[in-house]
């Protein structure tokens, strides 16, 4: 079973919301539509609900076009995004911080006016939409909290830490569960909730939630939807259908995840979906010394994996993936990878994609680990490794790398101006192992031996980094 988070978009003028200082509910005008006359013009839950789920998937988007070159997964090769997270640089006055940061606070603020303004008005409510409000966001809050040092929840407001943004998501997904229909919906919600669990380090509570989320729809996909007809774009698909972000040669054959059909297609992002669930449950048995239940675990996943479609007959020749940017990167099947110097080369990680070549790539999960690799795998590092190893190429161009390494962006200067308790979070905190000037993205080309050597394995780096608050937060 899958559900997706549609939208379709308010006629007469999309009404949207920023919270904190930046943009408040009451500050919104529009010369055709008053506050009042919206509101008591019948059906304004319904227009304002399609509203917040529009805002939704623009935010999802935003967050993996920023995210995920601030990790090894892509580098900004030939495009105007920035060229400092690529570093990584993050600096409380960039704009794109900033542009995340109200994205996030928009998702609250949208939900908190539905709640507090619009249900008093429309007596036409409906338990659906009050389920989409409650998601839209704990989402708001599970963004703020994977991603950022801390946030206001109000306007002006004391900061809270990640870990309390984090428990808020779960506040508002169990006063989602109430209105949660099937056994579809709630598998969407545990999953939610395991996620918080896991970024928290809560080994037992998320591998409860992640069951259960497992026993109610064992193939859950929960994505955001676009529409290209109404300017309703994912921000994600353009850079990686063009090449203009180029993943890392290791991820090549997972590459282009969203896909260009026609003029006005627009792909979907996952935001939830059974795979996480089967790696948060394979790690926390890793946690409690049960490795055998863990490769068991690993090994179902990959059969969910296989089970997912791949797009075939792709025709990714609008841009080379060799050249036109900073870097030259393999073009050609016959090319090996090493994930750092010393490692073994493997095959089957670069496609070929010259004209007329075709290529087959997965739009939901894909993976380069087979049964043969779990089961091979001697030890708790090595078995740890593969798990990170799987989260990088299942989540990919999903905005989820970043937090796996440990970096988090601080609040804004927008923010920090008008909010003295926001003071103490404006550095971005990037762990002391992550490799500075663009050493993530790094890689060795040999092209009279068809070799690529990545110079820094950033799996290897996260386990060998694991007793610290920085990542793995079962260890």
């Known amino acids: 079973m899958q559900s997706n988070l549609s939208y379709t978009l308010i006629i007469g003028g999309t009404l949207l919301l920023a919270s904190c200082n930046l943009v ?19 059906n304004a ?30 580098f900004n090769n030939y495009t105007r995004e920035s060229k400092l997270f690529d570093e990584p ?4 006055n960039d704009p794109d911080v900033n542009g995340l940061e109200r994205a996030v606070q928009q998702l609250r603020a949208t939900a908190d006016f539905a709640f507090d303004k619009v249900s008093k008005y429309d007596k036409n409510v409906t338990k659906a939409q009050l389920f989409k409000l409650h998601i839209i966001k704990a989402y708001g809050f599970l963004l703020g909290g994977e991603n950022f040092m801390a946030l206001p929840v109000s306007e002006r407001g004391a900061v809270k830490t990640w870990q309390e943004l984090l428990q808020l998501a779960l506040q508002s997904l169990g006063e989602s569960e109430r209105y949660a229909e099937n ?7 545990h999953t939610l909730k395991a996620r918080a669990y896991y970024r928290l380090g809560k080994v037992d509570e998320a591998l409860e939630e992640s069951g259960m989320a497992l026993k109610l729809c ?8 676009f529409d290209g007809s109404n300017s309703v774009f994912n921000a994600m698909q353009d850079d990686i259908w063009k090449a203009l972000y180029q993943p890392l040669p290791r991820l090549n054959f997972l590459n282009p995840k969203y896909v260009q059909l026609t003029s006005t297609y627009e792909s979907p992002i996952s935001i939830a979906k059974a795979e996480e669930n089967h790696l948060i449950m394979a790690e926390a048995l890793l946690a409690k010394k049960e490795t055998d239940k863990c490769k068991a675990q690993l090994k179902q996943l990959l059969g969910l994996v296989k089970s997912r479609p791949v797009r075939h007959d792709v025709k990714d020749w609008a841009k080379t993936r060799a050249v036109g940017g900073i870097k030259e990167y393999p073009d050609g099947a016959a090319y090996t990878v090493a994930a750092s110097p010393g490692e073994p080369y493997r095959e089957g990680l670069v496609l070929s994609r010259k004209k007329p070549q075709m290529v087959s790539v997965p739009t939901v999960s894909g993976t380069s680990v087979t049964a043969e690799m779990i089961d091979q795998c001697q030890g708790h590092d090595a078995l740890l490794e593969l798990i990170y ?28 101006k008008a909010n003295p308790t926001a003071t103490p979070y404006i550095k971005a905190h990037i762990p002391a192992f992550i490799p500075l000037g663009q050493g993530m993205d790094a890689f060795e080309l040999d092209k009279k031996n068809l070799r690529v050597t990545i110079r820094y394995n950033m799996n290897h780096l996260i386990v060998g980094n694991k007793t610290t608050a920085d990542v793995v937060p079962f260890e």
């Open 24 to 42: 408040a509910p009451g500050d919104i005008e529009n010369p055709n539509v008053t506050e009042d006359g919206y509101l008591q013009g019948g």
């Open 45 to 74: 839950m319904d227009t304002w609900v399609n509203g917040a789920e529009k805002t939704l998937a623009l935010t999802v988007g935003d967050f993996c076009l920023q995210t995920e070159i601030i990790s090894d997964n892509y």
């Open 89 to 92: 640089k993050i600096l409380y």
């Open 183 to 189: 056994d579809t919906v709630r598998s969407f919600v």
């Open 218 to 225: 064992d193939n859950l996909l929960w994505q955001v939807q």
């Open 389 to 416: 190893l799987m989260r990088q190429e299942i989540f990919i161009a999903e905005g989820r790398r970043m937090n796996d390494l440990g970096i988090r962006l601080p609040i804004s200067e927008v923010e920090a």
